[in-house]
């Protein structure tokens, strides 16, 4: 059985439909390098809502080819007022490419999970075909990859560094983050009829000037100067300092506009909009969309990232970890914006109602599953912060980690006529859970929900994301000690046992970390032997933009202290660093033995090989125990940071 509904209820692809709502022109036209899915956790749909709710004909071009006579970037006429651009919802060489550069088979975004529907970085691309055939046409790009590239990054697959996309891409503006508020903000603007040239003073964007022309007057905003984009080609110290600044302002609640010079422009950041509020985010999650991907792809095959989330209800956006390896903070923030309970059961509502719907909603949660309407208690002293986590080294004592509205909403949520069960696919972030870390535990709250979360809501294993072992290690990626993942394991399995529950934890590790040597991986392997894992779900790290990890991997110092860490950085560091993970496997036995031998740790040699398949080893893959059999396959690549792993992630 499937929807009957018309065509007119998605937003345009073809001139035809553009005709069937009695248009004859386009105000703005997307292009998107994901197939579309009208559906709240797909950016294009998103934006297109927002432009269709302020009153603009709005039009999709989703996947153009690029390799042909472009018909498919002219097919929908020339815009009234702009072309919209983004790469999709990842990065388009995450997209392609995994941490060892091999290109990957298959696309999330794509019907039929076909790869090869977008072109290696696709906002460039896209944007360049648009500037050649409609040169009198602004471009506005957006989206994580545009965002993450805003200013001078190392790009991995490059191996160089690279100004921002704006430069290559010759776009004319850029929205960073999260784009609801300076998108409708721009085009009230544009309605008024403001030119598209003079967008300059709204918060949130990025573009290019003459290096001679005096700044954007704003008397609100103070300015910071990075080191220049030639400076930071000449000087990797010069590079890891800017990202310090840009870390730093993306963090603050009042931030400053950013100014550096490249090539004889001045590239101009201005400052991102205050945490939306719970308004506006329900406004965003609230609009009329079908939840559908579009009809014309019904013959080409299910789009993947669609099935995985159509059944799932994304709570709120940001992260307040600050991880070093991730983007969530760099790209939604560091603040957490929720949606009113109210949204939230409404989507339900919409959710049940699809004819393939059994009762079951594979996820409730965000970027990390428990940080819903988590925020500071005093609002001023967030204000004079900057730090990019609230949680590392210590939890802040301002930071009021309560789980109590989570908590309600899951029983709400459980109370439902037509839910059988509601599940959190999401990662949990359990050092929040762990009362030794998190001392904000005075009534108890954290217990209430923690045993609320295994008692009703996983479904038959737990994501957490200790990431290492070694403290060190983790350190650099501004994670806790590994002995709190040991604490909440006791904790996990003690409240398992109660309920006669057999539910593993399945936790998530990164092989060559900057800050990992060997031995670590060794130590890794070995102490999450002793705690029953054998792992198979390996992510090899990959250095994304914006993100302090990359700075590290490329420049060999951390960027707030810049002093050296090391990296394994070629193709054999990292396949040694990986093939710890598999002790397990018999073609590994050997080439280990040795390593251990000449790094003089025999007593790794016994933990790792001595007794190779315990009964009681726990499958980290499949979640199920291991009786003595060695699995036929290795460790997987979970795809980037933007992936369900790093929900937009």
Known sequence: MEFERPITDWLPLTK?????????????????????????????????????????????????????????????????YFFGVTAGCMDSMVNHYTAGKRLRSTD???????????????????????????????????GIEASLRR??????????????????????????????????????????????????????????QDGSKELPKNKQWETVELASHEECQKNKLAYAANFKIVEVESNKLKANRIVQQVGGQTLVINPPYRTMTEKEMDQSFDMPYTRLPHPKYKKRGTIPAYEMIKFSINMHRGCFGGCSFCTISAHQGKFISSRSEKSILNEIDEVVKHPEFKGYLSDIGGPSANMYRMKGKVESICERCSSPSCIHPVICNNLDTSHKAMTDLYRKIDAHPKIKKAFVGSGVRYDLLVDDFNKNNEDGNHDEYIEQLITRHVSGRLKVAPEHTSDATLRVMRKPSFKYFHKFKEKYDRISEKNNLNQPLIPYFISSHPGCEEADMANLAAETKDMGFQLE?????????????????????????????????????????????????????????????KAKRPELIS???????????????????????????????????????????
């Open 151 to 208: 200013v001078t990054h190392y790009d991995y697959w490059k191996d160089q560094l690279l100004p921002s996309i704006l430069v290559d891409s010759q776009a004319d503006l850029l929205v960073y983050g999260m784009g609801e508020q300076p998108l409708r903000d721009l085009l009230r603007l544009l309605k008024k009829g403001v030119p598209f040239s003079s967008l300059t003073t709204v918060n949130q964007v990025a573009f290019l």
């Open 108 to 142: 999330a975004y794509t019907p039929g999970g076909v790869s090869g529907f977008r072109p290696d970085y696709a906002t460039t691309v896209y944007t360049q075909i648009l500037k050649e055939l409609y040169p009198d046409v602004p471009v506005l790009i957006g």
């Open 537 to 597: 779900q390996v992510q090899d790290f990959t250095p994304t933009p914006m993100t302090v990890s990359e700075v590290i991997y490329y420049t060999g110092v951390h960027p707030y202290t810049l002093k050296p860490i090391y990296t394994a950085k070629g193709a054999d560091e990292k396949k040694n660093q990986n093939r710890f993970f598999f002790w397990y496997k018999r073609e590994n036995r050997d080439w280990i033995k040795d390593r251990l031998t």
């Open 16 to 80: 035809k439909e553009v005709e069937k709502r009695g248009w004859d022109e386009l105000d703005v036209i997307l292009i998107s390098g994901d197939a579309y899915v009208d559906h709240p956790a797909f950016g294009t749909a998103v934006i297109g809502r927002i432009i269709e709710s302020e009153g603009f004909k709005i039009g999709i071009i989703a996947q153009p080819n690029w390799r042909d006579d472009l018909r498919d970037f002219k097919k929908l006429g020339k815009p009234k």
């Open 607 to 649: 933990q790792l090989l001595g007794d190779q398949h315990p009964n009681h080893m726990v499958n980290s893959r499949t979640g199920n125990k291991n009786h003595g059999k060695t699995p036929d396959k290795g460790g997987t690549n979970v795809p980037g940071w933007l992936s369900e792993r790093r929900k937009k992630k």
